[in-house]
């Protein structure tokens, strides 16, 4: 079974540049969350969505970041304009039930 | 506000012995709690959980100890093995309905051969 997949792998963009990262959640999966890592923080949740529709962006940062999940096998998180400050892995994760998330390989994103 | 706390950033340990990964929460409302191993250049994947119900969780090598009174949880890895060492996060959720996952900053386990 195909995992959670993530594009790009690596992006590397000018400051002010807009970035957008997708994510396939696995399928049958009716949860998906973006996540980003960065040393001081860890993993931190920036919006969770279920059944495609948002349901805690709490997390997002700031108006800059945008996400949305127009189909059940589709997500997109969008950064505009971004900012050196962004530059952390954004990794995608999803759930059938339960607790157990399972992430994607990670989106690194240097914002030079 | 970190609400799950893992103060130890990094724990070296020999082969064959055993490897303690610690956690601490400050919400009593959380009752479930997950170890994560993440690998570099991999996503987190997971590892073991434990529910409040339960004090101890064990799975192979692994095992989950939850102290609730002191809002604490450990990991350990007993033999620890050099494919042991990545990086380990501890989360923590409420039960019922959409629950967030709370994660700790991680701790990165070094087993030396």
């Known amino acids: 079974d195909a995992g959670v997949i993530q594009s790009p792998r690596h992006e590397v963009t000018e400051m002010g540049q807009e970035v957008t990262l997708r994510c396939k959640p696995i399928s049958g999966h009716n949860s998906l969350f973006w996540y980003r890592q960065t040393m001081m923080r860890g993993l931190e949740l920036l919006i969770y969505f279920n059944n495609n529709v948002p349901i805690d962006d709490s997390g997002m940062p700031e108006d800059r970041f945008s996400a949305k999940m127009p189909n059940a096998s589709f997500s997109t998180l969008k950064i505009q304009p971004s900012e050196p400050r962004d530059s952390a892995v954004y990794f995608c994760?999803?759930?059938?039930?339960?607790?157990?998330?399972?992430f994607g390989e990670g989106s690194w994103l240097t914002v030079v | 506000d970190q609400q799950v706390k893992q103060n130890s950033p990094s724990l070296s340990v020999q082969e064959g012995r055993i490897s303690i990964l610690n956690c601490d929460y400050t919400?009593?409302?959380?009752?479930?709690f997950l170890w994560y191993k993440k690998y570099p250049a991999e996503g987190p994947t997971f590892l073991i959980s434990i529910s409040s119900i339960k004090d101890k969780n064990e799975d192979g090598r692994f095992t989950v100890f939850l102290n609730k009174s002191a809002k604490h949880l450990s990991l350990h890895i007993v033999p620890s093995q050099p494919g042991d060492s990545a990086v380990y996060f501890c989360a923590a959720s409420g039960s019922g309905g959409y629950q967030k996952v709370t994660f700790g900053t991680g701790t990165k386990l070094q087993v030396i051969p």
């Open positions: 919400n009593s409302m959380f009752d479930y």
């Open positions: 994760a999803s759930v059938s039930s339960g607790n157990t998330i399972y």
